[in-house]
């Protein structure tokens, strides 16, 4: 999730390589929200990859839509608000939403 929120927080699109943990889920919001693609690893060969990386690369609306992206991250205070979330839950010792 740090690489994918790094690349997104500069405008860049992303190709993603899931492999174990949350990168599967990452890599699926990835492509619905239109920032990037990903190939499932066992689908990943070099052509692929290849052909993955130039389609993104190639096409506006990755672009865009990572631009878009970044816009909304500088806007956010995601450290103040994930503290203020922690914050929250400490104090309530309830689960906390959004």
């Given at each position: 999730?740090?690489?994918?929120?790094?690349?997104?927080?500069?405008?860049?699109?992303?190709?993603?390589?899931?492999?174990?943990?949350?990168?599967?889920?990452?890599?699926?919001?990835?492509?619905?929200?239109?920032?990037?693609?990903?190939?499932?690893?066992?689908?990943?060969?070099?052509?692929?990859?290849?052909?993955?990386?130039?389609?993104?690369?190639?096409?506006?609306?990755y672009?865009?839509?990572?631009?878009?992206?970044?816009?909304?991250?500088?806007?956010?205070?995601?450290?103040?608000?994930?503290?203020?979330l922690?914050?929250?839950?400490?104090?309530?010792?309830?689960?906390?939403?959004?």
């Amino acid at each position: 999730m740090n690489t994918t929120l790094e690349c997104l927080r500069a405008g860049v699109p992303v190709v993603a390589l899931p492999i174990t943990n949350d990168q599967p889920g990452v890599a699926a919001r990835i492509r619905q929200k239109g920032v990037g693609e990903f190939i499932p690893i066992r689908q990943a060969t070099a052509p692929a990859l290849r052909q993955t990386v130039l389609r993104v690369l190639s096409t506006a609306e990755y672009r865009e839509r990572a631009r878009h992206f970044a816009a909304e991250l500088q806007r956010i205070d995601g450290p103040g608000m994930a503290a203020a979330l922690i914050e929250t839950a400490f104090a309530t010792r309830q689960r906390v939403r959004r």
